[in-house]
């Protein structure tokens, strides 16, 4: 089946650790987004990449990091520079390099849960 | 920039009850609308999307939506709401072309919960 999947699930993050979330997808398509959700407040763009070894800030990029060496995959670091990490992380994707803005659907993963201990 | 406003965080409805959702957004150019939908614990699925044409938009499970320009809206509505539909709702905007590949601008939700 075509998707994105997201890795871990749930994860558990010792204050003052880097933990790397990951994010696959086999629809082939250009463009990849990670998104914050936290409760009440949406979703948040932290990241995104239009194309392979390119990617950009979106509104909350502070203290985190990303890569695109592959077109398939599109890997999150929340680094220890992030304050306040506890949320719902999801990884998006859509078919062409301007995405939605071209009337293209963003597709979603199922989402990481990341916790600070 | 874009801004979305969903005018209410929680909309509690009786079963087979009709719904709507509201959603007014804030652009100085043209956009494109999305609505979305989030079960517990999983990720958004498109239930529909507004690019040109008729203002009256079909979606998925029976919802519709009816972008109206002057009013800046975008509500989301079904004639008749089943428990599977509780979940959270957002509504989602964002420019037209222009190169841009940003992403989409998303108000913050409204959880919709179904009374038996």
């Known amino acids: 089946d075509g998707g994105i999947t997201q890795s871990p699930k749930y994860l558990f993050r010792k204050e003052g650790q880097n933990v790397t979330l990951s994010c696959e997808q086999n629809?082939?398509?250009?463009?990849m987004y990670w998104y914050r959700q936290d409760p009440g407040q949406g979703l948040r763009l932290i990241y995104y990449?239009?194309?392979?070894?390119?990617?950009q800030k979106g509104d909350i990029a502070e203290g985190y990091s990303v890569s695109r060496e592959k077109k398939e995959s599109f890997p999150l670091t929340v680094t220890s520079a992030q304050k306040n990490p506890t949320a719902f992380y999801l990884c998006?994707?859509?078919?062409?390099?301007?995405?939605?803005?071209?009337?293209?659907?963003?597709?979603f993963g199922e989402g990481s849960w990341l916790t600070v201990v | 920039a874009q801004s979305v406003t969903q005018l209410d965080s929680q909309v509690p409805v009786f079963e087979e009850a009709p719904v709507e959702l509201r959603c007014n957004y804030s652009?100085?150019?043209?956009?494109?609308l999305f609505w979305y939908v989030q079960y517990p614990n999983q990720g958004l699925q498109l239930l529909l999307k507004?690019?040109?044409?008729?203002?009256l938009v079909k979606g998925i499970n029976g919802f519709e939506a009816e972008f109206n320009k002057s009013q800046t809206s975008f509500h989301l509505r079904k004639p008749s709401v089943h428990i599977s539909d509780t979940a959270e709702y957002f509504c989602a905007v964002v420019p037209l072309g222009g190169g841009g590949a940003d992403g989409l601008t998303f108000g913050k939700g409204t959880h919709l919960i179904i009374q038996p």
């Open positions: 990449s239009q194309i392979v070894n390119d990617f």
């Open positions: 629809l082939n398509h250009d463009a």
């Open positions: 652009s100085s150019v043209s956009v494109y």
């Open positions: 998006a994707s859509s078919r062409t390099q301007t995405g939605p803005n071209s009337g293209n659907t963003i597709y």
């Open positions: 507004y690019l040109s044409g008729s203002t």
